[in-house]
């Protein structure tokens, strides 16, 4: 059936109606709140909000890599016409590092110190064919490695960070996996390793790859994203294009994430006021009131809904 897209515009996963989050000394506490999110096949979709909103425990819930504590109380995360929360952990075996690869903030996390890159880059093979090394060159090739038999004789901790994460990319490619999960693949490394990290998995993309790219960094969302979801607190706030979220944010949070963006002579105009609150914290109403500059008295007591791109009131 896959051959017959054409058109890549359509889903690779859909998030419906997703809750869940942790026992925090016997009690529970959500971490996400009723997210629905649809991502489109051949396009980097950030996800964007400050440290503690909850990106990083999405992507995990994706790939269910959660801690002990955590629950999931309702919800579909479908891929490949099937939903992933009722996979047993052997299917999902079949699913991480394969159909759904993680590029995680520290590339030291998903390689194994004790391997040469090539040991652990040919561990991905079923079987040991002689062409695999082939393979693993090529797939360092494609990701501008150049000194490629020097790095696949190092390990793990021989190598920079953007070599390491360069790597990794490398082995999602063998894989060949559709969606790529990047949590703050970046935020590690410096400005130009960065960029051309960046510019990778810009690559990935025009071979038809979906990256999901998180971020606590709107400068990295305008210049490499397609399409910009706000989170606060375990809620979506907004989503759109990115050009028209850029061009014309609705949500008093995502006006005050892009007024907190350094302007063009490099000076940050104004920070948000107040703090995100942890999750133990609980919050009435709309969740951003009490750091808003447009609260009203309804949003201290009600909830917004999600109306077609925004969750606020004055929408
Ligand atoms: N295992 C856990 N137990 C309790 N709380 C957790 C756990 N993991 C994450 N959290 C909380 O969930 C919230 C979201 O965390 P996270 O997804 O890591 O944020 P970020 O957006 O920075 O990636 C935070 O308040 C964090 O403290
Ligand atoms: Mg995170």
Same mark, same amino acid.
Do not use: W
């Given at each position: 059936?896959?051959?017959?897209?054409?058109?890549?515009?359509?889903?690779?996963?859909?998030?419906?109606?997703?809750?869940?989050?942790?026992?925090?000394?016997?009690?529970?506490?959500?971490?996400?709140?009723?997210?629905?999110? @649809?991502?489109?096949?051949?396009?980097?979709?950030?996800?964007?909000?400050e440290?503690?909103?909850?990106?990083?425990v999405?992507?995990?819930?994706?790939?269910?890599?959660?801690?002990?504590?955590?629950?999931?109380?309702?919800?579909?995360?479908?891929?490949?016409?099937?939903?992933?929360?009722?996979?047993?952990?052997?299917?999902?075996?079949?699913?991480?590092?394969?159909?759904?690869?993680?590029?995680?903030?520290?590339?030291?996390?998903?390689?194994?110190?004790?391997y040469?890159?090539?040991?652990?880059?040919?561990?991905?093979?079923?079987?040991?064919?002689?062409?695999n090394?082939?393979?693993?060159?090529?797939?360092?090739?494609?990701?501008?490695?150049?000194?490629?038999?020097?790095?696949?004789?190092?390990?793990?901790?021989?190598?920079?960070?953007?070599?390491?994460?360069?790597?990794?990319?490398?082995?999602?490619?063998?894989?060949?996996?559709?969606?790529?999960?990047?949590?703050?693949?970046?935020?590690?490394? @410096?400005?130009?390793?960065?960029?051309s990290?960046?510019?990778?998995?810009?690559?990935?993309?025009?071979?038809?790859?979906?990256?999901i790219?998180?971020?606590?960094?709107?400068?990295?969302?305008?210049?490499?994203?397609?399409?910009?979801?706000?989170?606060?607190?375990?809620?979506?706030?907004?989503?759109?294009?990115?050009?028209?979220?850029?061009?014309?944010?609705?949500?008093?949070?995502?006006?005050?994430?892009?007024?907190?963006?350094?302007?063009?002579?490099?000076?940050?105009?104004?920070?948000?006021?107040?703090?995100?609150?942890?999750?133990?914290?609980?919050?009435?109403?709309?969740?951003?009131?009490?750091?808003?500059?447009?609260?009203?008295?309804?949003?201290?007591?009600?909830?917004?809904?999600?109306?077609?791109?925004?969750?606020?009131?004055l929408?």
């Amino acid at each position: 059936m896959k051959g017959l897209y054409i058109n890549t515009d359509f889903d690779i996963i859909k998030i419906k109606n997703l809750s869940m989050g942790f026992n925090i000394d016997d009690k529970f506490y959500y971490a996400l709140e009723n997210i629905n999110l @649809d991502f489109s096949k051949g396009k980097i979709h950030a996800i964007a909000g400050e440290s503690g909103c909850g990106k990083s425990v999405l992507i995990n819930t994706i790939l269910k890599i959660l801690p002990k504590n955590a629950i999931i109380k309702s919800g579909e995360i479908i891929f490949d016409n099937k939903n992933l929360l009722n996979f047993s952990e052997k299917e999902y075996e079949n699913i991480r590092g394969k159909k759904i690869s993680l590029i995680p903030q520290d590339p030291f996390m998903s390689l194994n110190p004790l391997y040469t890159i090539e040991n652990q880059m040919l561990e991905v093979f079923e079987n040991n064919k002689i062409q695999n090394l082939e393979k693993v060159k090529d797939a360092l090739n494609k990701v501008k490695i150049k000194n490629i038999d020097t790095v696949l004789k190092s390990y793990p901790h021989e190598l920079s960070g953007g070599m390491k994460q360069r790597v990794i990319i490398a082995m999602s490619l063998i894989q060949n996996s559709d969606l790529i999960l990047a949590d703050e693949p970046t935020t590690a490394l @410096d400005v130009s390793v960065s960029n051309s990290i960046l510019d990778l998995l810009v690559e990935l993309k025009n071979m038809g790859k979906t990256i999901i790219l998180i971020t606590h960094d709107l400068s990295i969302v305008s210049n490499y994203c397609d399409t910009t979801t706000i989170m606060y607190l375990g809620e979506i706030v907004e989503k759109n294009n990115t050009k028209d979220l850029f061009k014309n944010p609705l949500h008093p949070y995502t006006k005050a994430l892009l007024g907190a963006l350094p302007d063009k002579r490099g000076k940050k105009l104004e920070n948000i006021k107040g703090q995100i609150s942890p999750i133990t914290e609980i919050i009435n109403g709309c969740k951003f009131h009490p750091r808003c500059n447009y609260v009203m008295d309804k949003c201290k007591i009600e909830k917004p809904e999600f109306k077609h791109c925004v969750k606020c009131f004055l929408y």
